[in-house]
């Protein structure tokens, strides 16, 4: 197995290829679990402000008509009372 030294002040640090793969991949595993995590986090983001959007697309649908639903009427109690006012005259 090969060994990797590095000289830190008087002594040496020996560290097998071996335990420098594992490392490695536990350093890239934890990269992606990061990963992973951030994207859990992004998608449940976007999940809630779609569904906000969507709630927010009905309420106004829902105040549209209301304001159709009221403006019929005034109209027509408009023209009941023109019509009113006409045979008055």
Request: proline share 0%; glycine share 2%; with cysteine.
């Amino acid at each position: 197995m090969e060994n990797w030294e590095w000289r830190i002040g008087n002594g040496k640090l020996a560290v097998s290829q071996k335990a420098l793969t594992h490392y490695s991949l536990l350093i890239t595993h934890y990269s992606l679990l990061i990963t992973h995590y951030s994207l859990l986090i992004t998608h449940y983001s976007l999940l809630i402000t779609y569904y906000s959007l969507l709630i927010t697309h009905y309420s106004l649908l829902i105040t549209h008509y209301s304001s159709l639903i009221t403006h019929h009427s005034l109209l027509i109690t408009h023209y009941k009372t023109t019509s009113a006012y006409c045979q008055a005259c």
